[in-house]
């Protein structure tokens, strides 16, 4: 059981460029979610699904695009790198189900755009 | 719009001492709160949680206060030890997985 991973650990784009940045969890939840975090600050919800197949809006998701074709995948893709999205981040997948909850969080992907 | 916030951005304590790290909230229909702690150079991991229908709520060394009249809620660590050192966030869980971070603030242990 490995939890929630996330390829690559760093990765540096030159402006301009796209790129995919891999999530997996073998939990078989069904919410994943991607953040970003800036120095200093909290995490910004990009965006989230709720199921295969289900993709919706966070608070910061214009540049990103999603989408989930499995229960286990969610990745993230950058369409056109600015430095504006140099940043860290992280995926995070969590069940729907009643009781005890928690979300758990991949160990990050740290982005610098020059 | 809707916003969790923390009070101090930093905290340092002795060790030993107990800790306490508050947080506000502005939206008096949030439900669901989870404490969170990072440490350097890796991802969020969930400390604690409290629902609206409870006042309180303990784990291991542990405590979260809520304040629905005042929209605030506290996180409490007994015998704070040099491993609490990190950035502490409290954050709004809502439906679909999805979570509404404070700033956080950062506890540092002395010695």
């Known amino acids: 059981n490995a939890g929630v991973t996330q390829t690559p650990k760093f990765q540096v784009l030159k402006t301009g460029q796209s790129m995919t940045l891999q999530c997996a969890q073998d939990m078989n939840h069904e919410y994943m979610s991607w953040y970003r975090q800036d120095p200093g600050m909290g995490l910004r919800l990009i965006h989230y699904s709720v199921g295969a197949g289900i993709t919706d809006q966070g608070e910061v998701p214009n540049g990103y695009n999603v989408s989930r074709s499995t229960t286990e995948d969610f990745p993230l893709r950058l369409l056109s790198a600015a430095p504006s999205q140099t940043s860290v981040y992280f995926c995070?997948?969590?069940?729907?189900?009643?009781?005890?909850?928690?979300?758990?969080f991949g160990p990050g992907t740290r982005l610098t755009v020059t | 719009g809707e916003s969790v916030g923390l009070h101090l951005p930093t905290l340092s304590v002795q060790e030993g001492d107990n800790s306490i790290i508050n947080c506000a909230y502005s939206n008096s229909a949030s439900d669901y709160f989870i404490w969170y702690k990072q440490e350097s150079g890796k991802g969020p991991q969930f400390i604690i949680d409290i629902r609206s229908n409870m006042d309180k709520r303990q784990g291991q060394r542990v405590t979260v206060l809520l304040n629905k009249t005042v929209k605030h809620l506290s996180l409490q660590i007994a015998a704070t030890q040099p491993g609490d050192s990190a950035v502490y966030f409290c954050?709004?869980?809502?439906?679909?997985?999805?979570?509404?971070f404070g700033q956080g603030t950062e506890l540092s242990v002395k010695p």
């Open positions: 995070a997948s969590s069940s729907s189900g009643t009781g005890d909850y928690e979300q758990y």
């Open positions: 954050a709004e869980n809502k439906w679909g997985g999805k979570l509404i």
